[in-house]
């Protein structure tokens, strides 16, 4: 099997999978639009009474004639308003069946767009960070958003109307051989034409609507950036520079639009003229069968308002055809996603892990990003419980990408890491997870109240351990200033706060959570020696008594660490207690080009 199609046939497989809870509902939806065809073709017959029983002299249809009293056959006001209460029963019928399916349609088409937003976003959340960084925000979120939202259409706009056209088009074909086959024929001569017609258009519009949904991406990527960045914008008074940026990806998703919508126009036009060339040929015959006494002009009448209606099921799998190109390259987008495996997995073998002592050793261990190499190479050191270790280094040389490794944010490359003697991969994800808080350089604060940023880490806890956290923090004060203290919405990425307070706030989180081993990622660069000096005295009682990691590029924020571990271009240049020794490391050349290499420090 070819890769492209082994690829569409496990998204159709997915698409399957996702619809198996909704079965009932898709078929009480697909049962509801049949109805339409059967009420459709009711619909027509209240004129022919009108024109032939009415206005002409035919008897009453057959069928028709069994079921009323025959004081009626004859009377042409009773036979007129037979047809009315036919007509408006037939209305009010159409009216029912039509709300009962929208509001099917509806519920339906939402909780497949629910279950599938989640799942992709459940999956995405579960990928390493090395995905993330690949992908990018913008695009996973477009694709989760956007994208996803195909699924509803892909069965209630594209497959149910296509099997709802199918089965209409056979009724309609049955009951008009039955009247006049020789006008069926005629009619469905220009089927085989309307096919091929969709088959050239499928291909340009699934194209089509694959770069359309790329360009998308790009545009909506210049938009986040721009507002996400506004400050910057401003600050380098880039507004104009950006508002071009976003108008030639617009533009260029538009012009790619207008070719699809344009190729898609042309398509309907040629459908639309067949057909015509197809009602003219019906009807010049359909004339001559009048003329020469085969039809009444009442049956003429019907017969054309059903090839009329017969040609609504080819015009809809005609035009569907095509249009479903576009939402399957939506769903394939985000399809790609969920097939993503994950590139750090939990073993089936994991062991649980509830409370670590907090001893880590490294041995050997190396690791390269696919696009810019190596990262860290053959680093070894061990650390016991409780000790504080501060990491230096230039920038790049590797300080963040070895606590992203503790965390298994990435696996190594090569080499092992432990904890508590024990390798990580051999630990459930969750439990290892939860030994370590992390306080970052710019610390993560979501548009919540004050209570639940600090909460983060532990969802169930009180209001009393909360303050209780923020108290240890040095962060209780400045909440209580605040217009409604632990209540406070702070804005998107905490923006009604200052950096010290943000700050702050992600050590009380780092306080409520109580894990065995803590990581400082440069937590004071950003912000002033006094505010450091603070944030620096709020830590001491959270670091006391657990394995601390602290990456700094101020050599005073590591002076008072039990261990000073030095990183140069992603080699273990020193591992000492000594922080002159580890600062006279830091100062001196390049490791690699002087041709030595300090070995590893380590406490038994």
């Known amino acids: 099997m070819e890769p492209e199609i082994a690829e569409k046939c496990a998204v159709y497989r997915r698409l399957l999978r996702l619809a198996r809870p909704y079965w009932p509902h898709l078929t009480l939806i697909l049962v509801l639009s049949v109805l339409a065809a059967p009420l459709a073709l009711l619909l027509a017959f ?9 206005l002409g002299s035919q008897p009453l249809p057959h069928a028709l004639g069994l079921l009323l009293p025959t004081s009626i056959h004859a009377s042409k006001s009773a036979n007129l308003l037979l047809a ?5 029963a037939l209305s009010l019928l159409m009216n029912l069946q039509s709300f009962a399916a929208w509001l099917l349609q509806t519920y339906t088409g939402e909780k497949l767009v629910l279950d599938f937003r989640t799942q992709v976003f459940w999956h995405v959340q579960r990928m390493c960070l090395l995905f993330h960084d690949t992908r990018g925000t913008n695009d996973l979120a477009y694709r989760i958003q956007n994208d996803a939202p195909a699924v509803q259409y892909v069965f209630l706009q594209g497959v149910m109307p296509l099997v709802t056209a199918a089965l209409s088009f056979l009724g309609l074909l049955y009951v008009t051989l039955r009247i006049d086959w020789q006008l069926a024929l005629i009619a469905i001569s220009v089927s085989p034409v309307l096919f091929l017609l969709a088959r050239k258009s499928c291909r340009r519009a699934r194209s089509g609507w694959e770069d359309i949904r790329k360009l998308d991406s790009s545009a909506m990527l210049v938009l986040y950036e721009a507002l996400s960045s506004i400050r910057a914008v401003k600050a380098f008074g880039r507004e104009e520079y950006e508002d071009q940026r976003f108008k030639l990806r617009s533009r260029h998703r538009m012009e790619e639009q207008v070719r699809v919508a344009s190729m898609q126009a042309t398509f309907h036009v040629l459908i639309t003229t067949t057909i015509a060339a197809g009602s003219a040929a019906a009807l010049w015959v359909g004339v001559r069968h009048v003329q020469a006494g085969m039809l009444t002009l009442g049956e003429l009448l019907l017969v054309m308002a059903y090839m009329t209606q017969l040609y609504d099921p080819l015009r809809t799998i005609s035009g569907k055809l095509p249009e479903l190109q576009g939402w399957m390259a939506s769903i394939h987008r985000a399809v790609a ?71 298994r944010f990435y696996d190594p490359c090569a080499g092992q890491i432990l904890l508590d003697g024990t390798g990580l991969r ?136 039990d261990l000073v571990l030095v990183l140069q271009h992603g080699r273990l240049e020193e591992f000492t207690p000594d922080f002159e020794k580890a600062t006279a490391a830091l100062a001196a050349p390049d490791s690699r080009e002087a041709g030595r290499f300090f070995p590893s420090y380590s406490i038994q």
């Open 46 to 54: 209240p004129l022919k009474i009108v024109v032939d029983n009415v």
């Open 84 to 88: 009315i209460g036919l007509l408006l």
């Open 337 to 407: 996603l969920t097939a993503e495996a994950p590139e750090v997995e939990e073993t089936q073998q994991a062991i649980a892990l509830a409370r670590a002592r907090g001893e880590i050793v490294f041995r050997e261990v190396s690791f390269a990003y696919p696009s810019s190499g190596h990262a860290l190479e053959r680093v070894s050191f061990a650390v016991p419980p409780g000790t504080r270790v501060g990491i230096i280094g230039p920038s790049g040389s590797g300080k963040s990408t070895l606590v992203n490794l503790l965390t």
């Open 426 to 561: 051999r630990y459930r994800l969750a439990d290892l997870r939860r030994q370590f808080s992390i306080i970052l350089q710019e610390p993560v604060i979501f548009s919540a109240t004050v209570a639940e940023n600090i909460a983060y880490g532990r969802n169930n806890a009180t209001r009393e351990e909360i303050m209780e956290a923020a108290r240890a923090a040095r962060a209780h004060e400045f909440i209580l200033s605040l217009p409604a203290g632990y209540d406070t919405k702070v804005g998107e990425g905490g923006c009604r706060l200052s950096g010290g307070q943000r700050q702050r706030l992600a050590i009380a989180r780092a306080f409520l959570k109580d894990a065995p081993i803590l990581i400082f990622d440069e937590p004071t660069s950003a912000v002033d020696i006094h505010t450091e000096q603070e944030i620096m005295q709020a830590t001491d009682e959270l670091i006391r008594g657990r394995t601390t990691f602290i990456i700094a590029h101020r050599l005073s924020t590591v002076r008072g660490c």
